[in-house]
Protein backbone atom coordinates (compact mmCIF):
# COMPACT_ATOMS: atom_id res chain seq x y z
CA UNK A 1 0.00 0.00 0.00
CA UNK A 2 1.52 3.38 -1.21
CA UNK A 3 1.84 6.52 1.19
CA UNK A 4 -1.39 8.45 -0.23
CA UNK A 5 -3.20 5.16 -0.03
CA UNK A 6 -2.90 4.17 3.70
CA UNK A 7 -3.10 8.01 4.38
CA UNK A 8 -6.59 8.60 2.71
CA UNK A 9 -8.28 7.23 6.04
CA UNK A 10 -7.88 10.51 7.14
CA UNK A 11 -10.34 11.81 4.85
CA UNK A 12 -12.95 9.60 5.85
CA UNK A 13 -16.38 10.70 6.49
CA UNK A 14 -16.49 8.13 9.38
CA UNK A 15 -12.95 9.10 10.82
CA UNK A 16 -14.48 12.85 11.30
CA UNK A 17 -18.12 11.69 12.82
CA UNK A 18 -15.75 8.71 15.23
CA UNK A 19 -13.96 12.21 16.71
CA UNK A 20 -16.80 14.13 16.70
CA UNK A 21 -19.09 11.67 17.93
CA UNK A 22 -15.88 10.96 21.34
CA UNK A 23 -15.72 15.24 21.69
CA UNK A 24 -19.23 15.28 22.21
CA UNK A 25 -19.42 12.30 24.26
CA UNK A 26 -16.79 13.73 26.79
CA UNK A 27 -18.47 17.84 26.85
CA UNK A 28 -22.12 16.23 26.97
CA UNK A 29 -24.36 18.84 27.43
CA UNK A 30 -21.52 21.93 26.77
CA UNK A 31 -21.59 21.20 22.98
CA UNK A 32 -24.36 23.03 21.78
CA UNK A 33 -26.19 23.15 18.19
CA UNK A 34 -29.35 25.78 18.89
CA UNK A 35 -26.08 28.28 19.59
CA UNK A 36 -28.01 31.15 17.46
CA UNK A 37 -31.38 30.72 19.87
CA UNK A 38 -29.65 30.85 22.65
CA UNK A 39 -27.03 33.92 21.76
CA UNK A 40 -29.97 35.80 19.93
CA UNK A 41 -30.31 39.43 21.77
CA UNK A 42 -27.94 38.31 24.34
CA UNK A 43 -24.86 41.37 25.95
CA UNK A 44 -21.68 39.64 25.13
CA UNK A 45 -18.24 41.15 25.77
CA UNK A 46 -15.30 40.21 23.72
CA UNK A 47 -11.84 39.16 24.99
CA UNK A 48 -8.65 39.42 23.66
CA UNK A 49 -6.06 37.40 23.53
CA UNK A 50 -4.23 36.51 25.62
CA UNK A 51 0.26 35.99 26.06
CA UNK A 52 1.56 32.98 27.79
CA UNK A 53 5.74 33.84 29.43
CA UNK A 54 7.67 30.63 28.89
CA UNK A 55 9.77 30.39 31.60
CA UNK A 56 13.75 30.59 30.59
CA UNK A 57 16.08 27.77 30.95
CA UNK A 58 18.33 26.91 33.81
CA UNK A 59 21.75 26.11 33.29
CA UNK A 60 24.16 24.81 35.96
CA UNK A 61 27.08 22.18 36.00
CA UNK A 62 26.74 18.59 35.99
CA UNK A 63 27.21 16.43 39.74
CA UNK A 64 29.68 14.27 38.96
CA UNK A 65 28.37 12.02 41.64
CA UNK A 66 25.19 11.58 39.94
CA UNK A 67 26.76 10.29 36.77
CA UNK A 68 24.32 7.92 34.43
CA UNK A 69 25.53 6.81 31.43
CA UNK A 70 23.80 8.03 28.65
CA UNK A 71 22.36 6.42 25.93
CA UNK A 72 23.00 6.89 21.81
CA UNK A 73 19.98 7.57 19.98
CA UNK A 74 20.57 5.83 16.21
CA UNK A 75 18.17 7.03 13.49
CA UNK A 76 16.48 3.82 12.19
CA UNK A 77 14.80 4.61 8.83
CA UNK A 78 12.26 1.91 9.15
CA UNK A 79 9.22 3.33 7.79
CA UNK A 80 6.72 4.38 10.56
CA UNK A 81 3.96 6.95 10.43
CA UNK A 82 4.28 9.57 12.85
CA UNK A 83 1.07 11.32 13.75
CA UNK A 84 1.56 14.77 15.56
CA UNK A 85 -1.43 16.09 17.84
CA UNK A 86 -1.58 19.90 19.48
CA UNK A 87 -4.74 21.59 20.25
CA UNK A 88 -5.32 25.56 21.40
CA UNK A 89 -8.53 26.67 23.12
CA UNK A 90 -9.13 30.48 23.87
CA UNK A 91 -11.95 32.33 25.86
CA UNK A 92 -13.72 34.25 23.11
CA UNK A 93 -16.60 35.84 24.97
CA UNK A 94 -18.91 36.11 27.88
CA UNK A 95 -22.39 36.75 28.67
CA UNK A 96 -24.21 36.86 31.39
CA UNK A 97 -25.11 33.61 31.90
CA UNK A 98 -22.15 31.98 30.83
CA UNK A 99 -18.70 32.01 28.41
CA UNK A 100 -17.71 31.04 24.96
CA UNK A 101 -14.47 29.33 23.91
CA UNK A 102 -13.32 28.22 21.07
CA UNK A 103 -10.98 25.01 20.63
CA UNK A 104 -8.66 24.32 17.22
CA UNK A 105 -6.61 20.93 16.84
CA UNK A 106 -3.48 20.56 14.36
CA UNK A 107 -3.00 17.02 13.49
CA UNK A 108 0.71 16.43 11.07
CA UNK A 109 1.23 12.81 9.44
CA UNK A 110 5.66 12.11 9.20
CA UNK A 111 7.28 9.22 7.62
CA UNK A 112 10.71 8.83 5.54
CA UNK A 113 11.84 12.06 7.20
CA UNK A 114 9.10 14.12 5.06
CA UNK A 115 5.40 15.83 6.03
CA UNK A 116 3.22 13.62 4.27
CA UNK A 117 -0.34 15.58 5.07
CA UNK A 118 -1.53 17.64 7.45
CA UNK A 119 -4.67 19.33 8.48
CA UNK A 120 -6.84 20.63 11.17
CA UNK A 121 -10.06 20.29 13.20
CA UNK A 122 -12.26 23.20 14.56
CA UNK A 123 -12.86 25.96 15.65
CA UNK A 124 -15.60 24.39 17.63
CA UNK A 125 -17.59 27.16 19.73
CA UNK A 126 -18.27 25.56 23.54
CA UNK A 127 -20.50 27.54 25.48
CA UNK A 128 -20.34 27.51 28.85
CA UNK A 129 -23.19 28.05 31.47
CA UNK A 130 -24.23 26.70 35.13
CA UNK A 131 -27.35 24.84 33.47
CA UNK A 132 -25.38 23.31 30.54
CA UNK A 133 -22.67 22.39 33.02
CA UNK A 134 -25.07 20.93 35.55
CA UNK A 135 -27.22 19.02 33.27
CA UNK A 136 -23.96 17.38 32.07
CA UNK A 137 -22.13 14.61 33.56
CA UNK A 138 -18.62 16.50 34.14
CA UNK A 139 -17.98 16.11 37.64
CA UNK A 140 -20.07 18.62 39.59
CA UNK A 141 -16.93 19.02 42.31
CA UNK A 142 -15.60 21.18 39.08
CA UNK A 143 -18.86 22.84 37.91
CA UNK A 144 -18.32 25.84 39.96
CA UNK A 145 -14.75 26.06 39.27
CA UNK A 146 -15.43 26.03 35.16
CA UNK A 147 -17.78 28.70 35.59
CA UNK A 148 -15.31 31.38 37.24
CA UNK A 149 -12.08 30.21 36.62
CA UNK A 150 -11.28 30.28 32.76
CA UNK A 151 -8.16 28.65 32.65
CA UNK A 152 -9.35 25.35 34.14
CA UNK A 153 -12.07 25.44 31.38
CA UNK A 154 -9.68 25.88 28.69
CA UNK A 155 -7.45 23.25 30.09
CA UNK A 156 -10.48 20.71 30.40
CA UNK A 157 -11.65 21.53 26.61
CA UNK A 158 -8.35 21.34 25.11
CA UNK A 159 -7.79 17.94 27.34
CA UNK A 160 -11.11 16.37 26.34
CA UNK A 161 -10.41 17.19 22.52
CA UNK A 162 -7.16 15.92 22.27
CA UNK A 163 -8.20 12.78 24.17
CA UNK A 164 -10.84 12.45 21.17
CA UNK A 165 -8.45 12.70 18.67
CA UNK A 166 -5.89 10.40 20.15
CA UNK A 167 -8.33 7.80 20.94
CA UNK A 168 -9.46 7.94 17.14
CA UNK A 169 -6.25 7.79 15.84
CA UNK A 170 -4.90 5.03 18.40
CA UNK A 171 -8.00 2.81 16.78
CA UNK A 172 -7.65 3.48 13.56
CA UNK A 173 -3.54 3.49 13.41
CA UNK A 174 -1.14 0.40 13.19
CA UNK A 175 2.39 0.21 13.53
CA UNK A 176 2.62 3.64 14.11
CA UNK A 177 3.61 6.62 17.02
CA UNK A 178 1.17 8.70 18.36
CA UNK A 179 3.28 11.67 19.13
CA UNK A 180 1.56 14.00 22.04
CA UNK A 181 2.74 17.63 23.35
CA UNK A 182 3.04 16.72 26.78
CA UNK A 183 2.88 14.52 29.14
CA UNK A 184 1.72 11.03 29.54
CA UNK A 185 -0.44 11.37 32.93
CA UNK A 186 -4.01 10.72 33.28
CA UNK A 187 -5.87 14.27 34.67
CA UNK A 188 -9.08 14.74 36.50
CA UNK A 189 -10.39 16.73 33.46
CA UNK A 190 -10.61 13.05 31.36
CA UNK A 191 -14.18 12.03 30.50
CA UNK A 192 -13.77 8.29 32.16
CA UNK A 193 -15.06 6.74 28.34
CA UNK A 194 -12.06 9.21 27.10
CA UNK A 195 -8.86 8.65 29.00
CA UNK A 196 -5.50 8.61 28.32
CA UNK A 197 -5.32 5.03 29.79
CA UNK A 198 -7.94 4.10 27.35
CA UNK A 199 -5.73 5.65 24.30
CA UNK A 200 -2.22 3.54 25.58
CA UNK A 201 -4.64 0.31 25.68
CA UNK A 202 -6.17 0.43 22.11
CA UNK A 203 -2.83 2.05 20.70
CA UNK A 204 -0.86 -1.31 22.29
CA UNK A 205 -3.59 -3.60 21.02
CA UNK A 206 -2.79 -2.01 17.62
CA UNK A 207 1.01 -2.37 17.86
CA UNK A 208 1.31 1.75 18.38
CA UNK A 209 3.88 3.31 20.14
CA UNK A 210 2.61 6.66 22.72
CA UNK A 211 5.44 9.70 23.24
CA UNK A 212 4.44 12.46 25.38
CA UNK A 213 7.26 15.39 24.76
CA UNK A 214 7.33 18.20 27.38
CA UNK A 215 9.32 21.18 26.47
CA UNK A 216 9.72 21.91 30.47
CA UNK A 217 10.09 20.22 33.45
CA UNK A 218 9.75 21.98 36.97
CA UNK A 219 11.83 18.75 38.59
CA UNK A 220 14.48 21.10 39.60
CA UNK A 221 16.58 17.32 40.36
CA UNK A 222 16.24 16.48 36.25
CA UNK A 223 18.63 19.77 35.53
CA UNK A 224 21.92 18.15 35.75
CA UNK A 225 20.70 15.61 34.07
CA UNK A 226 19.79 17.74 31.37
CA UNK A 227 23.03 19.91 31.35
CA UNK A 228 24.53 16.52 30.40
CA UNK A 229 22.44 15.58 28.00
CA UNK A 230 23.03 19.17 26.35
CA UNK A 231 26.89 18.88 26.00
CA UNK A 232 26.80 15.58 24.27
CA UNK A 233 27.25 15.66 20.10
CA UNK A 234 24.79 13.30 19.53
CA UNK A 235 21.26 12.44 20.17
CA UNK A 236 21.16 10.80 23.49
CA UNK A 237 18.67 9.96 26.33
CA UNK A 238 18.98 9.45 29.59
CA UNK A 239 16.87 7.08 31.70
CA UNK A 240 14.99 8.96 35.08
CA UNK A 241 12.19 6.81 35.77
CA UNK A 242 13.19 6.45 38.90
CA UNK A 243 13.32 9.53 39.74
CA UNK A 244 10.45 10.90 38.23
CA UNK A 245 8.06 7.92 39.50
CA UNK A 246 9.25 8.89 42.61
CA UNK A 247 8.66 12.30 42.57
CA UNK A 248 5.30 12.61 40.49
CA UNK A 249 2.06 10.21 40.88
CA UNK A 250 0.58 7.83 38.35
CA UNK A 251 3.14 8.96 35.31
CA UNK A 252 2.79 6.42 32.19
CA UNK A 253 5.29 4.30 30.32
CA UNK A 254 8.73 5.06 30.60
CA UNK A 255 9.93 8.38 31.77
CA UNK A 256 13.40 9.65 30.15
CA UNK A 257 14.65 13.18 29.08
CA UNK A 258 15.98 12.88 25.39
CA UNK A 259 17.77 15.21 23.09
CA UNK A 260 16.96 14.15 19.66
CA UNK A 261 18.64 16.83 17.74
CA UNK A 262 22.97 15.84 17.62
CA UNK A 263 24.93 18.86 18.25
CA UNK A 264 25.86 20.35 21.33
CA UNK A 265 23.90 22.94 23.37
CA UNK A 266 20.07 21.86 21.97
CA UNK A 267 17.04 21.46 23.88
CA UNK A 268 16.87 18.41 26.11
CA UNK A 269 12.84 17.18 26.32
CA UNK A 270 11.27 14.98 28.92
CA UNK A 271 9.64 12.11 27.12
CA UNK A 272 7.07 9.14 27.94
CA UNK A 273 6.99 6.60 26.11
CA UNK A 274 4.75 3.84 25.91
CA UNK A 275 6.41 1.41 23.68
CA UNK A 276 3.60 -1.21 21.81
CA UNK A 277 6.55 -3.95 22.31
CA UNK A 278 8.35 -2.32 25.12
CA UNK A 279 11.55 -1.05 23.17
CA UNK A 280 11.73 2.22 23.78
CA UNK A 281 14.87 3.18 22.70
CA UNK A 282 13.87 1.68 19.58
CA UNK A 283 11.07 3.83 19.33
CA UNK A 284 13.18 7.21 19.46
CA UNK A 285 15.11 5.73 17.00
CA UNK A 286 12.24 5.52 14.70
CA UNK A 287 11.04 8.48 15.50
CA UNK A 288 14.43 10.62 14.66
CA UNK A 289 14.54 8.37 11.46
CA UNK A 290 11.13 9.45 10.05
CA UNK A 291 10.57 12.73 11.31
CA UNK A 292 12.52 15.87 10.29
CA UNK A 293 14.33 17.43 14.05
CA UNK A 294 14.96 20.91 14.36
CA UNK A 295 16.95 22.06 17.15
CA UNK A 296 16.06 18.49 19.21
CA UNK A 297 12.30 19.19 18.31
CA UNK A 298 10.20 16.87 16.00
CA UNK A 299 8.91 19.08 12.97
CA UNK A 300 5.50 17.63 12.88
CA UNK A 301 4.53 18.51 16.53
CA UNK A 302 6.14 22.24 15.94
CA UNK A 303 3.67 22.31 12.74
CA UNK A 304 0.71 20.90 14.87
CA UNK A 305 1.59 23.43 17.01
CA UNK A 306 0.85 26.36 14.84
CA UNK A 307 -1.88 24.87 12.52
CA UNK A 308 -3.52 24.46 16.44
CA UNK A 309 -3.02 28.44 17.22
CA UNK A 310 -5.25 30.83 16.54
CA UNK A 311 -3.92 33.96 15.12
CA UNK A 312 -5.35 37.71 15.25
CA UNK A 313 -6.81 37.89 12.26
CA UNK A 314 -8.83 34.30 13.24
CA UNK A 315 -10.03 35.72 16.39
CA UNK A 316 -11.38 38.98 14.78
CA UNK A 317 -13.11 36.79 12.18
CA UNK A 318 -14.66 34.69 15.14
CA UNK A 319 -16.10 37.68 16.86
CA UNK A 320 -17.77 39.00 13.37
CA UNK A 321 -19.25 35.60 12.56
CA UNK A 322 -20.72 35.10 16.33
CA UNK A 323 -22.02 38.62 15.97
CA UNK A 324 -23.27 38.38 12.53
CA UNK A 325 -24.87 34.64 12.82
CA UNK A 326 -26.03 34.31 16.12
CA UNK A 327 -27.37 37.77 16.45
CA UNK A 328 -25.96 38.65 20.20
CA UNK A 329 -25.47 42.40 21.19
CA UNK A 330 -21.73 43.28 21.44
CA UNK A 331 -21.00 45.57 24.80
CA UNK A 332 -17.68 47.21 24.83
CA UNK A 333 -15.43 46.44 27.45
CA UNK A 334 -15.06 48.26 30.61
CA UNK A 335 -11.97 49.27 31.82
CA UNK A 336 -12.36 50.09 35.57
CA UNK A 337 -8.43 50.93 35.64
CA UNK A 338 -8.80 53.73 33.26
CA UNK A 339 -11.94 55.13 34.32
CA UNK A 340 -10.44 55.51 38.36
CA UNK A 341 -6.95 56.48 37.13
CA UNK A 342 -7.64 58.24 34.07
CA UNK A 343 -5.23 57.80 31.17
CA UNK A 344 -1.64 57.58 31.28
CA UNK A 345 0.83 58.93 28.68
CA UNK A 346 3.96 57.24 30.42
Known amino acids: M ?6 NFYLEEDCILEFENTFRKSMKMCLLDQLEEILKG ?3 IFDSIGETIVPPRRVGSFDQACA ?5 IHRNEKMTYISAIDSSVIHLARTEEGRLYIAKSGIVISSGRKIRCHFKIGPELIYLTEDSLCNSKIDHNLVNLLLVDS ?4 RLIRI ?7 LMLSRRLNNSIILIDGSLRPSIFEDHSC ?12 NNDVIGLSKNTNLTTLHQFEYLLSTIPYSACIDTDYVIKSLVR ?3 GKNMLVKLGKNENEHVLRAD ?3 ANGNDLECLERLIGNDMIFRSYPESLRIAHHISTFTTTEVSSLKGFVSRSYGAEEVAQTDNRKNLLGVSFT
Open 160 to 166: RLERAIQ
Open 151 to 154: SVAR
Open 2 to 7: DANAHL
Open 250 to 252: KTL
Open 273 to 275: ICS
Open 42 to 44: RRI
Open 68 to 72: VAPRV
Open 195 to 206: TINRVIEASTLN
